[in-house]
């Protein structure tokens, strides 16, 4: 992130804590994935104020310009969390009805199900590509042998980075497993909007 925090938030370097916060909620709502905005400005937003917005992380990149203040598991937890509760939070009318967490690790298993489907058909387009090209041979050019091959890498990547994405979402469950919500159970929830959206 080369822009200067308090620049991308578009306030002071002497803003308070109120002004960073409500700096941070303007930005975040302008530019949340559901809103046409991208996952990676909604990730570096949450940072920006993840950093402000602490005593000790402020303190040390006014002190250093660092912003290497989180590990990346917290980065993503942060980005992750904004993204879900918001789409929770503003797809209820009344969001005080309904059991928020239960609602987030409903939809954390539910990515986590779409992910390991993708990893089994990502699996057999592999193993497709493998077994045409054992039994493809040449008596030159070997362009096509190559092509498969691409298409055997892009695969196994592809099955590795959904693998890491379950390991990082397993890893954001147990934080949410810490959490409860009070909700009212004597009010009858009213879902206005329910896509709610996560860039894998």
């Known amino acids: ?5 308090y620049d991308k938030l578009g306030v002071k370097k002497n803003a308070t804590k109120d002004e960073i916060k409500s700096a941070y909620r303007k930005k975040a709502k ?6 046409g905005g991208s996952k990676e400005e909604m990730t570096e937003l949450t940072i920006c104020y993840s950093i402000l917005s602490s005593d000790d992380k402020r303190k040390k990149y006014d002190e ?10 917290e980065q993503r937890f942060y980005a992750f969390v904004n993204q879900i509760f918001i ?41 497709k590509y493998e077994n045409v090209l054992g039994r493809l041979t040449t008596k030159g050019n070997d362009s096509i042998m190559m092509i498969m091959n691409t ?43 329910t896509r709610i959206q996560f860039g894998i």
Do not use: W
Request: charged share 25%; net charge negative; glycine share 4%.
């Open 1 to 5: 992130m080369k822009k200067n925090l």
């Open 30 to 35: 302008e530019n949340h994935p559901d809103k």
């Open 87 to 127: 789409a929770i939070i503003e797809g209820n009318e009344n969001p005080y009805g309904v059991d928020i967490i239960d609602m987030f690790k409903i939809k954390t298993r539910n990515i986590i199900e779409t992910l390991q489907s993708n990893i089994i058909d990502s699996g057999q387009k592999k193993t």
């Open 64 to 73: 250093t310009g660092s912003t290497d203040t989180a590990n990346p598991f």
């Open 151 to 193: 298409q055997i890498e892009s695969c196994t990547h592809n099955i590795n980075q959904l693998k890491e994405e379950i390991e990082f979402l397993k890893q954001a469950q147990v934080v949410i497993d810490h959490y409860n919500y009070n909700y009212d159970k004597n009010v009858k929830p009213k879902v206005t909007y």
